[in-house]
T-cell receptor, first 114, second 109 residues
Framework: DTEVTQTPKHLVMGMTNKKSLKCEQH?????MYWYKQKAKKPPELMFV???????INESVPSRFSPECPNSSLLNLHLHALQPEDSALYLC?????????????FGPGTRLTVT | EDQVTQSPEALRLQEGESSSLNCSYT??????LFWYRQDPGKGPEFLFT???AGEEKEKERLKATLTKKESFLHITAPKPEDSATYLC??????????FGAGTRLTVKP
């Protein structure tokens, strides 16, 4: 299995809602990432988990809350988002940690905040 | 701060017309330079990792090369299915993965 899966594929939420994005990989990778990508822009790193511990948090607003329940799962909890948070949210994983390894991306969750 | 600049922003080729994409970078302590391909509305797909100047890697019609300041992605005899955005990313000693803005490639039949 060489796949990173993400659910849901699409999500529409109001500014007062609470929702979660889910990411799963079964490749035995030990690092997992959340990225945000706006249209025609490159992915921007949000969070990095290495061996299930948060190792990088790129000054992301607290309305985004990551969680890594185990080495295969990564969640992103969303609360009180703003319309400018609408974007494609990408999950990725890499083998053996974060240094010098390629990342494998999921298909993304298209988030629209109304 | 690590920086990655890709050129050109967009490239239109005829099928079979070979060309190169450029990725210029500045990074403290290069841990790796990565090339990805991204189709619209999908996640990036890993192509190559390069670690040191002089290194080259090939896959089908694609060949990636690396110097101390830049990397090239050479596309030989491209086909319409090679149309995509090609992203370059660098990882430095801080372990952050920083992406360039990408080159949007269109190959016309």
């Amino acid at each position: 299995d060489t796949e990173v899966t993400q659910t849901p594929k699409h999500l529409v939420m109001g500014m007062t809602n609470k929702k979660s994005l889910k990411c799963e990989q079964h490749m035995g990778h030990r690092a997992m990432y959340w990225y945000k990508q706006k249209a025609k822009k490159p992915p921007e790193l949000m969070f990095v988990y290495s061996y299930e511990k948060l190792s990088i948090n790129e000054s992301v607003p607290s309305r985004f809350s990551p969680e890594c329940p185990n080495s295969s799962l990564l969640n992103l909890h969303l609360h009180a988002l703003q319309p400018e948070d609408s974007a494609l949210y990408l999950c990725a994983s890499s083998p053996k940690g974060t240094s010098g390894y390629e990342q494998y991306f999921g298909p993304g969750t298209r988030l629209t905040v109304t | 701060e690590d920086q990655v600049t890709q050129s050109p922003e967009a490239l239109r080729l005829q099928e079979g017309e070979s060309s190169s994409l450029n990725c210029s970078y500045t990074v403290s302590g290069l841990r790796g330079l990565f090339w990805y391909r991204q189709d619209p509305g999908k996640g990036p797909e890993f192509l190559f990792t390069l670690y040191s100047a002089g290194e080259e890697k090939e896959k089908e019609r694609l060949k990636a090369t690396l110097t101390k300041k830049e990397s090239f992605l050479h596309i030989t005899a491209p086909k319409p299915e090679d149309s995509a955005t090609y992203l370059c990313a660098v990882q430095g000693s801080n372990n952050d993965m920083r992406f360039g803005a990408g080159t949007r490639l269109t190959v016309k039949p």
